[in-house]
């Protein structure tokens, strides 16, 4: 039994191996940026609008207030970011219902990446909303004894979405793999309904603990 | 191979404790979590969605204990780095 999607490799060439994590995360990427390509092909600002572009109306704007509720004043500059992460990892979730597909965030290498992004956004836009100096000072708050705390826990927050969404998406994935040795009949349809269920809940919340950190570093620091 | 029998044995018992074990904390925590925002969502109906927001939000940081503990123990059974290193060094 194969502990995530990234022992299936493909093909090799030289030191590189195509294994399924990145065929999968091709798909998602094609899908997502295919799907919204052709909806705002012909984009209606007034009157009746189709079904489709009302179907993305709807998740923008509820992506907009969600981070306008974390604490982000303008969600404009920050809704490309992390609409982008609760997209993919949602997605990543859904398209579990077609056969044979194996999620890509149920490897550690690619929920990793994506906690490696936040890791890499948080100082990026504390840094564009205050200044170096106002974020480096902010790492002394409220004294200079909290420092090594300041910087471990900025290293460990990220360690944690990392492991918190790879657990929640093997998990997910091994209890059904088991179950369908020991009772194959009516038992894994409801633990891959509760899987999509845990997925989508694990997509809101690495979206919302990505927005959070960014305001914590961004809104403090704000001029 | 006594030292193979004891890795095997070893990984074993402490894979089934990891898990057991590490499930009763954030089981207990995640209880009380729910049962405190029912009281106060029962108390104040309108502020339903920012409750409800955050304890999902409280949900999964008090899960992410229990991710850990399970991830030990599948690396314990599935990925155990001293019964592949143990198996080499036995097969040769």
Redesign the interface.
């Known amino acids: 039994m194969r502990l995530s999607s990234d022992q299936l490799i493909y093909c090799h060439h030289g030191f590189f191996d195509l294994n399924e994590t990145i065929v999968s995360t091709w798909v998602i990427m094609f899908l997502l940026a295919a799907g919204s390509a052709l909806i705002t092909r012909k984009l209606v600002y007034e009157g009746p609008v189709s079904r489709w572009q009302n179907v993305l109306e709807i998740i923008v704007t509820t992506i907009q207030s969600q981070i306008k509720e974390v604490g982000l004043k303008k969600p404009e500059k920050f809704i490309g970011f992390i609409g982008t992460l609760f997209l993919f990892v949602a997605i990543a979730a859904l398209l579990t219902v077609v056969p044979g597909y194996d999620p890509p965030t149920g490897s550690l290498s690619t929920t990793t990446a994506l906690a490696l992004c936040v890791f890499v956004a948080v100082p990026l836009y504390g840094i564009e909303a205050g200044g170096v100096s106002k974020y480096l000072k902010s790492f002394v708050q409220p004294t200079p004894i909290m420092l090594p705390f300041n910087i471990i826990s900025q290293l460990s927050r990220t360690l944690a979405l990392a492991i918190r969404l790879f657990g929640n998406m093997m998990s997910g994935a091994m209890i059904v793999a088991i179950l369908l040795t020991i009772t194959p009949f009516i038992f894994p349809i409801v633990m891959t309904a509760l899987g999509l269920l845990i997925g989508m809940v694990q997509a809101y919340i690495f979206a919302v603990l990505a927005a959070v950190y960014i305001a914590a570093a961004a809104e403090t620091n704000a001029a | 191979m006594i030292n193979m029998t004891a890795i095997a044995v070893a990984s074993i018992v402490t894979a089934g404790f990891t898990i057991s074990i590490g499930c009763i904390g954030p089981a207990l925590g995640e209880g009380r979590a729910v049962a405190t925002a029912l009281t106060s969502v029962a108390q104040q109906p309108d502020a339903a969605p ?1 409750i409800t ?1 955050t304890l ?2 409280g949900l ?1 940081m008090i ?2 204990t229990a ?2 503990s ?2 030990v123990s ?1 690396i314990l059974i ?2 155990n780095p001293f019964w592949t290193s143990a198996v080499h060094v036995g097969g040769k």
């Open positions: 920012t927001r999902f939000v999964a899960e992410s991710i850990y399970f991830v599948m599935f990925a």
